[in-house]
């Protein structure tokens, strides 16, 4: 799917491997991606908004496609706004699917012209999610294998 915009949105409080996974196979795939970090106020994060686009954008230098962003309100009317023709989310298991497909076809309902795409999650990142990534920072666990090094130390300030 070349010379289209692709859109990653997600809360990312913190960017995980599992993320990383699926931004680097959608880079892969469409001319530009952005990443797009939600302002949910019904979801109490860890991270402001710009602390997590600093974050993603630490883990990913050499994506010389993606962009990321921040951004308050619609996510189909973001998509139309970009001109991005697809969002792009992943998948682990069966429990996603439900939530999943509702935004799927509401965003379709809101924004015809996008269309969603899921990705399989690999098969490492299957269990791997933020909530898990903090808790296990917070109960003094190693969370190297579920994030990379360069956030490492941002996670284990806030967490701790
Ligand atoms: O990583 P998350 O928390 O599962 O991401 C959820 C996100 C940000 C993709 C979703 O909450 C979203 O799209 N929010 C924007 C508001 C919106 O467009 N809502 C209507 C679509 S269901």
Excluded: W
């Excluded at 230098?61 to 998509?79: I, M, Q, R, S, W």
């Amino acid at each position: 799917m070349k010379n289209s915009i692709a859109i990653c949105p997600g809360s990312f409080d913190p960017i995980t491997y599992g993320h990383l996974d699926i931004i680097h196979r959608a880079a892969n795939m469409f001319d530009k991606v952005i990443v797009v970090v939600a302002h949910n106020k019904n979801k109490v994060t860890s991270f402001t908004p710009l602390e997590r686009v600093n974050m993603i954008k630490k883990c990913i230098p050499e994506l010389n496609n993606v962009e990321v962003d921040t951004f308050d309100g619609l996510l189909a009317d973001y998509a139309k706004q970009k001109g991005a023709k697809a969002i792009i989310k992943g998948l682990r298991a069966m429990s996603d699917f439900e939530y999943e497909f509702q935004m799927a076809l509401t965003n379709k309902k809101l924004n015809p012209d996008v269309e969603t795409l899921f990705l399989t999650t690999s098969a490492q990142n299957m269990y791997l999610s933020s909530s898990m990534v903090k808790q296990i920072a917070s109960m003094g666990g190693d969370i190297s294998s579920f994030v990379p090094e360069v956030i490492k130390e941002d996670i284990l300030e806030r967490i701790n």
